[in-house]
């Protein structure tokens, strides 16, 4: 069976622009994590979907960060305005809804300059 | 204001021997603790968790110990083998809640041959 898929794997882009980040999580699992980790650094939390229910936004560093969830599937993250401390690797994580085990995509590394 | 915290950025070992990762959390709450492993330009994977109503679990040559009164976790690896080499993040997370784990900053482990 897939994994979690992520794309682009790797972004360049310049100060400024927007940028979309894609994940497939694994068919069948709810609950969806994107967080991202910067050079040195661990794990940040940006948001958490679970099914139908409101999304926990609560890791969302600033207003030019939003995600969105469709059909409970695929996810979205996108970055408005992008500045260079947005550098980083994004992961995407999907959980079933009755296990704690999160599983990862391989990221897509972002690259502002 | 770290809530997990990874205080050895890096460990080095020799092969056969025990590898030793530590992880201290300063939230009562946390009931839920698990280790992932992280090899370059890949996601974490999942390895082991353990639940506050055990201090200990082990998986092969992995055991994770949990100390609660230290609020202080352990990762073994016994013996340590080359692949073994990536970054070890621990997390941490409440029962019964949005199961959104906070994570350490991860400890870099190097098996030498």
Not at chain 1, 21 to 46: K, M, N, V
Not at chain 1, 76 to 89: F, G, K, N, W
Request: hydrophobic share 30%; with cysteine.
């Amino acid at each position: 069976g897939a994994g979690v898929s992520q794309s682009p794997s790797n972004k360049v882009t310049e100060k400024g622009k927007d940028v979309e980040l894609r994940c497939d999580p694994i068919s069948g699992h709810t609950a969806l994590y994107w967080y991202r980790q910067s050079l040195g650094q661990g794990l940040e939390f940006l948001i958490y979907f679970q099914g139908n229910s409101a999304p926990d936004k609560s890791g969302l560093p600033s207003d030019r960060f939003s995600a969105e969830r469709t059909g409970g599937s695929v996810s979205t993250l996108t970055i408005q305005r992008t500045q260079q401390e947005d550098s980083a690797v994004y992961l995407c994580a999907s959980r079933d809804l009755y296990q704690e085990t999160q599983y990862f995509g391989p990221g897509t590394r972002l690259l502002v300059l | 204001d770290q809530q997990v915290k990874q205080n050895s950025p890096s460990l080095s070992v020799q092969e056969g021997r025990i590898s030793i990762l530590n992880c201290d959390y300063t939230n009562s709450m946390f009931d839920y603790f698990l280790w992932y492993k992280k090899y370059p330009a890949e996601g974490p994977t999942f390895l082991i968790s353990i639940s506050s109503i055990k201090d200990k679990n082990e998986d092969g040559r992995f055991t994770v110990f949990l100390n609660k009164s230290a609020k202080h976790l352990s990762l073994h690896i016994v013996p340590s083998q080359p692949g073994d080499s990536a970054v070890y993040f621990c997390a941490a997370s409440e029962a019964g809640g949005s199961y959104i784990p906070t994570f350490g900053r991860g400890t870099s482990l190097i098996v030498h041959p």
